[in-house]
């Protein structure tokens, strides 16, 4: 187990209406009331972002967005910038998530510009990277998770990234009950850690935290926890459900 804090996040997708999102975080906030060891996060869509942070006021719950846009303002139809996000109560938000690189022509260049944004208004990246099935398979998972951070955190130094999350979520293991093995997630947490190491030095890689992500369910959370380079998870499916969710927050017990 790391000695970092580690960080429990759920990603909701496109799943609930405001109202349920309400009810949903309710639930949760008394469900992780007495937990101190671990933080937790979540990311309604947007449309809750706003009631949700209501309804978490005063909890040891942080908010999160699924994405968001680089520029300030401007006429950009559909588009959410970093100060909207915080101005609805937001104090992370996810960047570069697969279903965004895979649905939605979200690149190295794209990803890198929301996380400029989100880090100039005092948001939390939780900046997403991972290598698809295809790729894995013709052994190039450390190539395109290089290329992934390098082009991801171009341009920003080590004063600039505090706070910075990385998520590591294998394609493969999203929403398909495959989940890389212990083993796997912590050769690849070590592999990304030393790069941030390489690139921005030790103080950094040494507080970094990194996520793994994909498929992670109450009976797998422990085990992938103990291994020294996971920090805690971003969730899909098992967040969903405020009862199933609390038990990934409480894998220790
Ligand atoms: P999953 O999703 O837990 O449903 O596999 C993880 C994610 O997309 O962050």
Not at 4 to 11: K, M, Q, V, Y
Not at 69 to 78: C, L, M, N
Not at 84 to 106: K, N, P, T, W, Y
Request: aromatic share 8%.
């Amino acid at each position: 187990m790391s000695s970092r804090t580690p960080l429990i996040a759920g990603n909701w997708k496109m799943h609930k209406t405001g109202s349920q999102a309400v009810e949903a975080a309710n639930q949760l906030r008394i469900l992780v009331e007495a937990t101190r060891a671990v933080e937790v996060m979540i990311a309604p869509t947007y449309t809750a972002l706003y009631q949700v942070a209501q309804t978490l006021k005063g909890s040891n719950i942080a908010l999160g967005a699924q994405d968001l846009y680089w520029e300030k303002q401007g006429a950009f139809t559909g588009e959410i910038s970093s100060e909207m996000l915080a101005d609805a109560g937001c104090s992370h938000v996810i960047i570069g998530h697969s279903e965004r690189r895979q649905f939605f022509g979200e690149t190295d260049e794209t990803v890198n510009r929301k996380i400029r944004a989100a880090l100039a208004d005092n948001l939390i990246p939780v900046f997403c990277i991972g290598e698809s099935e295809t790729q894995r398979e013709a052994g190039e998972t450390f190539s395109v998770l290089d290329k992934q951070v390098r082009d991801g955190l171009k341009d920003l130094g080590f004063g600039d990234l505090t706070g910075l999350v990385v998520a590591y979520e294998p394609v493969w293991a999203i929403g398909t009950g495959k989940t890389a093995t212990r083993e796997q997630a912590q050769e690849t947490h070590r592999f990304i850690r030393s790069l941030l190491e390489t690139l921005f030095g030790k103080p950094f890689a040494g507080v970094v935290r990194i996520l793994y992500g994909g498929s992670v369910k109450p009976d797998n959370v422990r085990a992938l926890m103990e291994m020294p380079d996971v920090d805690g998870a971003l969730v899909g499916g098992a967040s969903l459900d405020p009862e199933t969710f609390s038990k990934l927050v409480f894998f220790n017990d």
